[in-house]
């Protein structure tokens, strides 16, 4: 079974940066798109970013364009979430998933305050 790891969330004033990490187990990681989502209470889960098996291609809802970035390192089985200029409605806990898989991490907490 697969296991993700999330790490790097933390408090940050808005238009500070974060950049957070998910390592998976495994050795298949390398074939799988991953995604990003966020949660807040009361809400569900906010498909964030993707990115394509190789890193070719990545995918972002609206609201984060132009200000976060998805990337992996195959030979690291991680990907990363670079959030620039963030904004406190960007507070929420982040997950990181395979896209084909119900295998979630545990998240980690984002908070965007002054």
């Known amino acids: 079974q697969v296991q993700l790891v999330e790490s790097g969330g933390g408090l940050v004033q808005p238009g500070g940066s974060l950049k957070l990490s998910c390592v998976a187990s495994?050795?298949?990681?390398?074939?799988?798109?991953m995604n990003w989502y966020r949660q807040t209470p009361g809400k569900q889960r906010e498909l964030v970013a993707t990115?394509?098996?190789?890193?070719?291609?990545?995918n972002y809802v609206d609201s984060v364009k132009g200000r976060f970035t998805i990337s992996r390192d195959n030979a690291k089985n991680t990907v990363y979430l670079q959030m620039n200029s963030l904004k406190p409605e960007d507070t929420a806990v982040y997950y990181c998933?395979?896209?084909?898989?119900?295998?979630w991490g545990q998240g980690t907490q984002v908070t965007v305050s002054s």
């Open positions: 990115i394509t098996s190789g890193g070719g291609s990545t």
């Open positions: 998933k395979i896209a084909v898989l119900a295998v």
């Open positions: 495994g050795s298949m990681f390398r074939f799988y798109a």
